[in-house]
T-cell receptor
Framework: GIQVEQSPPDLILQEGANSTLRCNFSDSVNNLQWFHQNPWGQLINLFYIPSGTKQNGRLSATTVATERYSLLYISSSQTPDSGVYFCAVWEGGADGLTFGKGTHLIIQP | ETGVTQTPRHLVMGMTNKKSLKCEQH?????MYWYKQSAKKPLELMFV???????ENNSVPSRFSPECPNSSHLFLHLHTLQPEDSALYLCASGDSFGGNTIYFGEGSWLTVV
């Protein structure tokens, strides 16, 4: 099956800093999503982005499908941004999303 | 509020108990999923239902039994579980074949004692 690798696995930043999270995948995909998992376990949709660039406030994402990677940018980090960020992809067919192992982000005041 | 509701949020059960997790979606989707999240592991897909029909079973032990009575409801029946089955169980819904955003419920934290 498809492989999804996220980097870095852990990231500690001060409030106000910017960060870039990366997701590499091993095959063509029909669907790519970024999620933020809060401390209570809830997975919050950030972006549905199989290709191209999208922005939502301080967050933006870019997927270069031909090169099989996606980037999530967080600008001016705030403490509520802390949590685990997951990239998940879908190859097609009847299967579900395949998740990477996530990037654990800690924003310190 | 994502439009996907899971109950109960927390469950503690003994190894000989029988319990069920429930998921309901109000988004008009025709696909529903169960995922398992254990400590220090990626989310693992367990079951997929498209138009109420099971289309994927990722080698899940038979002590986990899914049921999808209609496109809006999904259950996970649990019996004779093991302590290593303790995990966060997440339900999700979306359009069939992954053509759009998939939404997750808040999850059910399961502890097997």
């Amino acid at each position: 099956g498809i492989q999804v690798e996220q980097s870095p696995p852990d990231l500690i930043l001060q409030e106000g800093a910017n960060s870039t999270l990366r997701c590499n995948f091993s095959d063509s995909v029909n669907n790519l999503q970024w999620f933020h998992q809060n401390p209570w376990g809830q997975l919050i949709n950030l972006f549905y982005i199989p290709s191209g660039t999208k922005q939502n406030g301080r967050l933006s994402a870019t997927t270069v499908a031909t090169e099989r990677y996606s980037l999530l940018y967080i600008s001016s980090s705030q403490t509520p941004d802390s949590g685990v960020y997951f990239c998940a992809v879908w190859e097609g067919g009847a299967d579900g999303l395949t998740f990477g192992k996530g990037t654990h982000l800690i924003i310190q005041p | 509020e994502t439009g996907v509701t899971q109950t109960p949020r927390h469950l503690v059960m003994g190894m000989t108990n029988k319990k069920s997790l429930k998921c309901e979606q109000h988004l008009g989707h025709n696909a529903m999923y169960w995922y398992k999240q254990s400590a220090k592991k990626p989310l693992e897909l367990m079951f997929v239902y498209n138009f109420k029909e099971q289309t994927e079973n990722n080698s899940v032990p038979s002590r986990f039994s899914p049921e999808c009575p209609n496109s809006s409801h999904l259950f996970l029946h649990l019996h004779t579980l093991q302590p290593e089955d303790s995990a966060l169980y997440l339900c999700a819904s979306g359009d069939s074949f992954g053509g759009n955003t998939i939404y997750f419920g808040e999850g059910s934290w399961l502890t097997v004692v």
